[in-house]
Nanobody
Framework: DVQLQASGGGLVQPGGSLRLSCTASGFTLANYAIGWFRRFPGKEREREGVSSIYRTHGYTFYAEVVEGRFTIYRDNAKNAVILQMNSLKPEDTAVYYC??????????????????WGQGTQVTVSS
């Protein structure tokens, strides 16, 4: 059974950091492109692309609003993909999801190009 799980969310003050983990059972994340998306409060049907890491050469992508603050990388020993989030802002408050694609997406933020989705993890940035 293929499952993805996002974890590591929580409550943090503005300027703080969190590290989100995407882990899997039933398949190896190193063989997939992995994307992180988020859903803002009150926007239940929209998922905004945050960051993605491709199979090809490990290419990484970041949404402009997180560029320079967030870092995505693989931890293959743990079958995980990490999203390190620094300098968090209240507008980063959202439910964060990870997703896996068997083939590197042609459009990095196209949610229909990702085959597997995990349950989200809540990130709240507030003082």
């Amino acid at each position: 059974d293929v499952q993805l799980q996002a974890s590591g969310g929580g409550l943090v003050q503005p300027g703080g950091s969190l590290r989100l983990s995407c882990t899997a059972s039933g398949f190896t994340l190193a063989n997939y492109a992995i994307g992180w998306f988020r859903r803002f409060p009150g926007k239940e049907r929209e998922r905004e692309g945050v960051s993605s890491i491709y199979r090809t050469h490990g290419y990484t992508f970041y949404a402009e609003v997180v560029e320079g603050r967030f870092t995505i990388y693989r931890d293959n020993a743990k079958n995980a993909v990490i999203l390190q989030m620094n300098s968090l802002k209240p507008e980063d408050t959202a439910v964060y999801y990870c997703a896996a694609a068997q083939h590197d997406p042609r459009l990095v933020w196209a949610t229909d190009e990702y085959d597997h989705w995990g349950q989200g993890t809540q990130v709240t940035v507030s003082s």
